[in-house]
């Protein structure tokens, strides 16, 4: 016998009923979650010109860091851009350029009119992606903020990732309110966040709680937090990403995450709430990306096993968005 009358046997089957319960109705949403980014998807036609489904700007790139600004742009042609601009410090330009013919490389961030140049581009995109490879050189970072400004004033969606969120971080009025900013901090970088926005304790045992807190205290921002499972909130709700990945966590993830949602952001705004049954476009597309990254870390893992790098996962971006989203 076990507590109270109850025997061990049918406690364990009160457990093994909950924890299915538990098991059908994370599977109901996340098929639910996966047809609304299909929703977003926009179909291929031979009608549509170059650069309709989606011209994006990538900001990063400096002597030190030129792998990331080339992961987030190329991932964000894999995923399905057609054209994509890495503005980025003149001495990484060359190297990125080395690494893919495909992108368009502008050496114009370490200028000293660095935020107007990018601004006479910023009409012909659709989305920025702002910190792969920024580094923390004043110079670049006071480029990105006067950038971050013109942005805004456009009204264009902007992924904030890396060093971008420790600009961020320490100018929290840079994307305050602006609810077309989508910011992608790991734990780390979710903590420096915390402190400079909330300035008090994080509550350690609800971590879906903290990033609600944060986003509503940015003005609804929305808020992807990359850990174990991705969180992420609007400041309204919050959605779970929990698709399995690897153990593997090698350097470059997260600039594929932030590329592919650059691309699935400007989907999902263009496709407006009527298309996402009036969840926000922009965690439809951070929860599609979320999915996506790690969908192709399991994919290469499977593969390559220890010796998986984010170059790996890339090339399975193609397969990867197709199992999920187009069948």
């Known amino acids: 016998m076990g507590v109270g009358g109850v025997t061990l046997a049918a ?18 949403d996340m098929e639910h979650y996966v ?61 990125i350029k080395s690494y893919s013919p495909e992108l368009i490389v ?9 935020a107007q140049e990018v601004e006479k581009w910023l009409p012909r995109l659709h989305s920025l992606v702002v910190g792969p490879g920024l580094g923390r050189d004043d110079l670049l970072l006071n480029s990105v903020g006067g950038i971050l400004e013109v942005s805004k004033a456009r009204g264009l969606p902007v992924v904030i990732d ?34 400079a926005v909330i300035k008090g304790p994080m509550d350690t045992k609800d971590d879906s709680g903290c990033v609600l807190r944060l986003s509503q205290a940015l ?24 698709q399995k990945g690897s153990s593997r966590r090698c350097g470059g993830q997260g600039d594929l995450l932030s590329g592919s949602l650059g ?43 220890r010796s998986t790098t984010t170059s790996d996962m890339i090339t399975e971006v193609g397969a990867a968005f197709s199992k999920l989203f187009e069948t």
């Open 35 to 95: 047809n609304l980014v299909r929703n977003i998807v926009p179909a291929p036609s031979a009608k549509k010109h170059k650069g309709q489904d989606g011209r994006i700007g990538v900001v990063g790139g400096c002597q030190e860091y030129t792998g990331a600004p080339y992961f987030a742009a190329i991932s964000a042609l894999k995923v399905g851009a057609d054209l994509v601009h890495v503005f980025c410090a003149r001495e990484a330009a060359p190297v």
């Open 106 to 114: 502008h050496p114009i961030l370490d200028s000293r009119d660095a």
């Open 219 to 242: 003005g609804n921002v929305t808020v992807v937090r990359k850990g174990e499972q991705d969180l992420m909130s609007d400041g309204q709700q919050v959605l779970v990403c929990n």
């Open 263 to 305: 691309v699935m952001a400007h989907w999902a705004l263009l496709a407006g709430p009527e298309r996402t049954d009036s969840i926000s476009p922009l965690l439809v597309a951070a929860w599609g990306a979320c999915t996506l990254t790690r969908e192709c870390n399991q994919q290469a893992f499977q593969k390559h096993g």
């Open 11 to 28: 406690r364990g089957r009160v457990l093994q009923r909950t924890f299915s319960l538990y098991e059908t109705h994370s599977l109901k």
């Open 162 to 195: 890396a060093d971008g969120l420790w600009l961020v971080a320490q100018q929290p009025t840079l994307i305050q309110g602006y609810q077309k900013a989508v910011l992608t901090p790991n734990h780390i970088e979710f903590s420096r966040l915390w402190e």
